[in-house]
């Protein structure tokens, strides 16, 4: 290519903020070259650069946006350490249809056994699929409900969002009746996914008010897809402490068989 055309293809695509594609320019051109492509083959390699960089920032912003803690996906997720849990459950909803029909999903389990990385890997699957989402812990959202009024609020909006943790600390009266407006609030309108260690026979004592407790479980409940995992911690998998569970739990069970 000459160097005069390059250098003004060069600048064109930098007005026309094609930055990928300029970056990739002389590679393509002498791929087309090698390959004997017409003009239109080339023309198409060079803008699917151009649309694959531009897609790869928006996810990355989106995930930015989102304030996800990490990014796990699905393809992490070990299922074999949770034999008990239905995979084809879970994996149902990874085609997001959860999110167009407004419907809500609860992760339910003891520490360690993946709630939030499942959270998380629906997050980034409904931010590659443009869904605007928004992930917190439920300390952090119960704070952002005290603040009232504010210029954003993601938490209300958002297509989907992860309200991490609930039932790790306690909740006062005031704090459980700020939760049920934000439960309301996003009721038949957007989607939540709420993870969190209680069942929902211990929710009336994390609220503290069975009356508040039973309206927040009406309204995430009535739309809902509930996965409970039961089983140990992922993360002391082979340490000594899991070890000792094990061998407490597999001798409590021969004492059973043998009383029967």
Same mark, same amino acid.
């Given at each position: 290519?000459?160097?005069?055309?390059?250098? @003004?293809?060069?600048?064109?695509?930098?007005?026309?903020?094609?930055?990928?594609?300029?970056?990739?320019?002389?590679?393509?051109?002498?791929?087309?070259?090698?390959?004997?492509?017409?003009?239109?083959?080339?023309?198409?390699?060079?803008?699917?650069?151009?649309?694959?960089?531009?897609?790869? *920032? *928006?996810?990355? &912003?989106?995930?930015?946006?989102?304030?996800?803690?990490? %990014?796990? &996906?699905?393809?992490?997720?070990?299922?074999?350490?949770?034999?008990?849990?239905?995979?084809?459950?879970?994996? #149902?909803?990874?085609?997001?249809? =959860? $999110?167009?029909?407004?419907?809500?999903?609860?992760?339910?389990?003891?520490?360690?056994?993946?709630?939030?990385?499942?959270? $998380?890997?629906?997050? $980034?699957? %409904?931010?590659?699929?443009?869904?605007?989402?928004?992930? &917190?812990?439920?300390? &952090?959202?119960?704070?952002?409900?005290?603040?009232?009024?504010?210029?954003?609020?993601?938490?209300?909006?958002?297509?989907?969002?992860?309200?991490? #943790?609930?039932?790790?600390?306690?909740?006062?009266?005031?704090?459980?009746?700020?939760? =049920?407006?934000?439960?309301?609030?996003?009721?038949?309108?957007?989607?939540?996914?709420?993870?969190?260690?209680?069942?929902?026979?211990d929710w009336q004592e994390l609220f503290g008010d069975p009356v508040i407790a039973t309206a927040i479980l009406? *309204?995430?409940?009535?739309?809902?897809?509930?996965?409970?995992?039961?089983?140990?911690?992922?993360?002391? @998998?082979?340490?000594?402490?899991?070890?000792?569970?094990? *061998?407490?739990?597999? @001798?409590?069970?021969?004492?059973?068989?043998?009383?029967?």
């Amino acid at each position: 290519m000459e160097q005069l055309t390059s250098e @003004r293809l060069q600048d064109n695509l930098a007005r026309l903020k094609l930055s990928r594609a300029a970056e990739v320019l002389d590679t393509v051109v002498q791929q087309a070259k090698e390959e004997k492509s017409s003009y239109v083959a080339f023309l198409d390699h060079l803008l699917e650069e151009e649309v694959a960089a531009k897609e790869k *920032r *928006r996810i990355q &912003t989106a995930m930015k946006t989102a304030g996800l803690p990490s %990014a796990k &996906t699905i393809e992490e997720y070990d299922f074999s350490f949770h034999p008990q849990l239905d995979k084809g459950s879970v994996m #149902e909803l990874f085609d997001l249809s =959860f $999110i167009t029909n407004k419907e809500n999903v609860i992760f339910l389990g003891p520490p360690g056994v993946g709630k939030t990385h499942l959270a $998380i890997s629906l997050a $980034i699957k %409904a931010c590659h699929h443009g869904f605007k989402v928004y992930f &917190t812990t439920m300390d &952090t959202l119960i704070k952002k409900l005290k603040e009232g009024a504010t210029r954003q609020k993601a938490y209300l909006s958002s297509s989907l969002v992860i309200v991490d #943790e609930v039932g790790y600390l306690p909740v006062s009266t005031q704090e459980a009746y700020l939760f =049920f407006q934000f439960v309301s609030h996003r009721y038949e309108r957007n989607s939540t996914i709420i993870t969190s260690n209680k069942s929902f026979g211990d929710w009336q004592e994390l609220f503290g008010d069975p009356v508040i407790a039973t309206a927040i479980l009406d *309204r995430l409940l009535h739309h809902c897809r509930v996965i409970n995992i039961k089983g140990h911690s992922y993360r002391l @998998r082979g340490t000594r402490f899991q070890n000792r569970f094990s *061998r407490n739990r597999n @001798r409590k069970t021969r004492s059973m068989i043998h009383r029967l």
